[in-house]
């Protein structure tokens, strides 16, 4: 039955070198008055069965199809080569564990720290850990190093209001359990970088931005960094990593810790998850680092290898006083982020970042045509990358509603649930699957629904 | 194993490969904003059969369960059933998107919910979310639950967690950063938490236990009602370390025993794969004074059979989001196709015959290496890698299994058991590969006499061998050399 291998003779003579008769003998530590519940679940059912029933479950989603796909604010569609899912299926790879026997981990041992040396010179930061599980963790751990660094005397957080609003929501959770700590400046949703500029004070450990932001767009980080270091606090930026083919790293304008959603390296949508939390900051703070991290060194005989390092920043190492409790990650999603940038090559994501800003300003431009529609409207002038803000003269639930049943699209993101100011806004990514003929499509699909 | 150093891809890098064409823009062009411009990105530049080269050669230097036996106590290695990895690849899966309309996506809700009432069923509570994206990750949740539920009923002073010495380092750890103190509770002369300190240990003060059933010497806690009692007791609340559930699965719900929250570790006793270190899944479930508080949203059905409709619920009480969406969706399909295809009876048999292997593995090594709590045990057990008189440790001997083919046990840990080595067969190995097993085990035992500096220097076999750690911590190479200097 199952996975099981075992014979009936095996399990006769394993029991008799145990010295039992019964394999229910093995349980008599177990309150009687508990043992073997009668559990309610769906009788075992076999491969043939799952494949059909989960193939019949699948078929209940709407099938999307990425090209006619314009919903992101935080996971993406992109093109991933057919070589991450290639190396993703190595089961050496897949179905090994952490790498605490470093002579038979070699092979994942190197692969993150070449994950490591290729996100530090995304982001132009000096030291990546291994992977955290996404991009809000990612950012809730960067808080809690801020907060650590400026040792819980410092306890004010300023958080732009346009930062992913389940990141935000995350690291409020995260921070529940840190006495001191106080977040301010996004209650407002409207606040821009002066606002939260002018928060700046000797209590506190971190302003966070994300950059291009939430909407799609660069913030004026010009003279950020230095504000902030001024008042000994710490920048954290939360950024886009398929942006950074193309323009300025966090660590050019004097981010102190980097962090991102890495899913849009070769890994799946997956409804959410598994994603990939990456994380980079200054070799100032590597010992407050949380995570894994590989270092290089030799083996006996002088060869080159590949270890965990610095583990004493651990849980398993350090219990209460560790950096963090993270133990498992997101290894696998980092080694596919890898083999993704590995392909790609830097000019491989160069051209996907241009494709991505000439694509989506060719689709705002003809939707700021349709009548009823505006682009930025709150911020037309800011610059942005591969999303913008689209305001719609219907709900956006009814819009998407029959984009979805009438033409197979997925539209955007409905704002007005985070933020109460953009009612009837709708957030829309374009990326490369979207091609031209599908953005007229998404067109004039928006002109026929509100018609 | 391949034994010549492998480059790195930036060592392969060549300026002006491509490892895959691109389209060119079918669009207007529209300029950059300059200023918003890098000068340059130092990724590396490979063709793709460059790339291919070079992940299949670092995959032959990775050991995985695929690869053979890896017994790594409290961390359920057991074999990862291929057609999940299939069904977790199904385009209408894979490509959905964590913010489509709940309507576009009831088959991924049904899935969930589903996942959650089948959780909750196995360990006995209330209400489950599938959000904690890890073992960690849940206990973390577990706790700000526990807190926010304290703080409901006005009970401020409770700031102290009790974890026994035996306990994972995540539950201290996980206890700190919830804001809690973690205070150590010693284990008794038979491998049990000690009942007199937890007794002693118990009053207004304390917010709850975080314990570990069978806990991590493999055993299960004798007293464990007992100790669930005091607990309640004083008022505080009880939290299950859900890592060792690969023993309990059908044999007892942890529910049942009075554990009020728990987080169950799908990549572990749900076989969904460890990924080199994760990503994993960790669902916590609760009691139902604890129901309200989960983390949202959590899916709750509308309407029953054919109108069955799935929606999302924020629990009224809720301390907050943990995830960026609803936690590892790949994993959750992976884990639903398990329970499919075990049911009720086949996750008995999975623990049962857990159970069985690792007494028949104590009992074929105990006399080469002791077992300081020498009783039945269940998924796992710790005997002591220590052997001969010739200064050979449990590192050396795990070292040694190297040479031999297999993957070591956890070792050092539990910390209350000297030159510990921790293992755990899991169900799904046979006889024949735990009698190989033994007999590599005995072996080292003999080297150990006749050979210890053969055992002391292992491993021989490897694609490197003993690596200088402290070099690696000292000097902190953590970026390629090869890559140009950061600008």
Not at chain 2, 257 to 284: E, R, S, Y
Not at chain 2, 433 to 457: C, G, N, Q, R, Y
Request: net charge negative.
């Amino acid at each position: 039955m199952g996975y099981v291998p075992h014979t009936d003779a095996e399990r006769r003579e394993m029991l008799a070198t145990i010295g039992l008769a019964r394999i229910e003998d093995l349980f008599t530590d177990v309150p009687a008055s508990v043992r073997f519940p009668d559990l309610k679940l769906p009788p075992p059912a076999q491969e043939l069965e799952i494949e059909r029933e989960m193939a019949a479950r699948a078929a209940r989603n709407f099938a999307v199809d990425p090209s006619l796909s314009f919903l992101g604010a935080g996971t993406y569609h992109h093109f991933r080569p057919a070589t991450v899912d290639y190396v993703l299926s190595r089961g050496e790879f897949y179905t090994s564990y952490t790498q605490y026997q470093p002579e038979v981990s070699q092979g994942m041992l190197q692969a993150l720290f070449e994950y490591q040396s290729m996100i530090c010179r995304l982001t132009a930061m000096e030291v990546s850990n291994a992977s955290h599980y996404d991009g809000a963790t990612a950012l809730a751990e960067a808080v809690l190093l801020a907060l650590n660094v400026t040792r819980g005397e410092r306890s004010k957080i300023i958080l732009s209001p346009a930062i992913h609003p389940q990141y935000r929501a995350v690291l409020k959770t995260y921070l529940r359990g840190t006495h001191a700590a106080k977040v301010v400046g996004d209650d407002d949703g409207t606040a821009g970088l002066d606002r939260l500029r002018s928060l700046l004070d000797d209590q506190t450990a971190a302003l966070v931005i994300q950059n291009p932001n939430f909407f799609g767009q660069f913030e004026a980080v010009d003279g950020l960094a230095d504000a902030v270091h001024r008042s000994g606090a710490l920048l954290i930026v939360v950024t886009d990593l398929v942006a950074l083919g193309l323009f300025r790293p966090p660590g050019s304008y004097g981010a102190d810790v980097v962090v991102a959603e890495g899913q849009p390296l070769g890994i799946p949508a997956s409804f959410g998850g598994p994603h990939l939390g990456v994380f980079a900051t200054r070799l100032a703070y590597v010992r407050r680092l949380s995570g894994h991290l590989v270092g290089e060194t030799v083996d006996v005989d002088g060869r080159r290898g590949y270890v965990l390092t610095l583990a004493t920043r651990e849980q398993h190492i350090r219990r209460a006083k560790a950096t963090s409790n993270i133990c498992t990650n997101s290894a696998v999603c980092a080694l596919g982020a890898a083999v993704y940038l590995a392909t790609i090559g830097k000019n491989g994501l160069r051209r996907i970042a241009e494709l991505c800003f000439h694509k989506s300003h060719y689709a705002a431009d003809a939707i700021a045509g349709l009548e009823g529609f505006a682009v930025n409207p709150q911020s037309p002038q800011q610059a942005f990358f591969k999303e913008f803000v689209v305001r719609v003269p219907r709900p956006v639930a009814e819009i998407n509603r029959q984009l979805r049943e009438h033409h197979n699209i997925v539209g955007g993101y409905d704002l007005g649930g985070d933020y109460p100011h953009l009612q009837a806004h709708m957030l829309i990514t374009v990326n490369e699957f979207n091609t031209r003929a599908h953005i007229d499509r998404l067109v004039s699909a928006l002109g026929e629904v509100v018609r | 194993m391949i034994r010549t150093t492998i480059p790195t891809v930036y060592e392969l890098s060549v300026p002006g490969r491509h490892g895959v064409d691109l389209p060119t823009p079918d669009v207007p062009l529209t300029p950059f904003p300059t200023s918003e411009l890098r000068a340059d990105c130092d990724l590396p530049e490979l063709s793709q059969i460059d790339v291919v080269r070079h992940y299949l050669a670092l995959s032959q230097r990775n050991f995985g369960v695929d690869s053979g036996f890896y017994p790594l106590g409290s961390c359920t290695m057991k074999y990862n059933p291929k057609i999940n990895e299939q069904i977790a690849r199904l385009p209408a899966f894979a490509e959905t998107h964590p913010l489509q309309d709940p309507e576009a996506v009831q088959g991924n809700l049904e899935l969930m919910f589903e996942l959650q009432e089948w959780l909750a069923e196995i360990g006995g509570f209330a209400a489950v979310s599938l959000q904690p994206s890890a073992g960690a990750h849940g206990e973390f949740t577990g706790l700000l639950m526990i807190r926010a539920y304290h703080h409901e009923r006005g009970e401020l002073k409770r700031t102290r967690i009790l974890i026994p010495d035996s306990a994972h380092g995540t539950n201290p750890a996980s206890t700190t950063m919830a804001g809690f103190t973690a205070v150590e509770l010693p284990s008794d002369g038979r491998g049990n938490v000690d009942l007199e300190a937890v007794s002693v240990a118990c009053d207004e003060t304390v917010a709850g236990i975080m314990i570990t059933n069978p806990n991590t010497l493999g055993l299960f806690e004798e007293h464990i009602q007992h100790v669930v009692h005091l607990v309640h007791e004083c008022g505080g609340l009880v939290y299950g370390d859900g890592a060792n559930m690969n023993a309990l699965a059908g044999i007892a719900r942890p529910g049942d025993l009075g554990f009020d929250v728990m987080h169950f570790n799908l990549h572990k006793t749900f076989a969904t794969p460890h990924g080199g270190g994760g990503p994993g899944a960790g669902p916590i479930g609760v009691s139902a004074r604890l129901k309200d508080f989960l983390p949202g949203p959590v899916i709750e059905v509308q309407g029953e059979g054919q109108n069955a409709k799935y929606v999302l619920e924020e629990p009224k009480k809720s301390i907050g989001r943990v995830s960026t969406f609803f936690g590892n969706f790949g994993m959750f399909v992976r884990a639903h196709a398990y329970i499919r295809r075990h049911g009720a009876s086949g996750l008995r048999a999975n623990s049962e015959h857990a159970v069985l292997n690792a007494n028949y593995l104590r009992v074929r090594l105990r006399d080469a290496f002791a077992v300081p709590f020498d009783r039945i045990n269940m998924h796992e057990f710790v005997c002591r890698g220590a052997v001969g008189d010739h200064g050979v440790r449990a590192f050396d001997v795990s070292k040694r299994l190297l040479d031999y083919g297999f993957h070591p046990p956890t070792n050092y840990f539990p910390l209350i058991v000297p030159e510990a080595l921790m293992i755990e067969p899991t169900e799904t190995e046979s006889k024949p590969t735990l009698d190989a097993f033994v007999a590599a085990m005995h072996a080292i035992a003999t080297e150990a006499k006749d050979d210890p500096l053969l055992v002391k220097s292992a491993p021989h076999e490897t694609p490197v061998r003993r690596l200088d750690e402290v070099k690696a911590a000292r000097e902190l190479v953590v970026t390629d050399r090869a890559a140009t200097p950061r600008r």
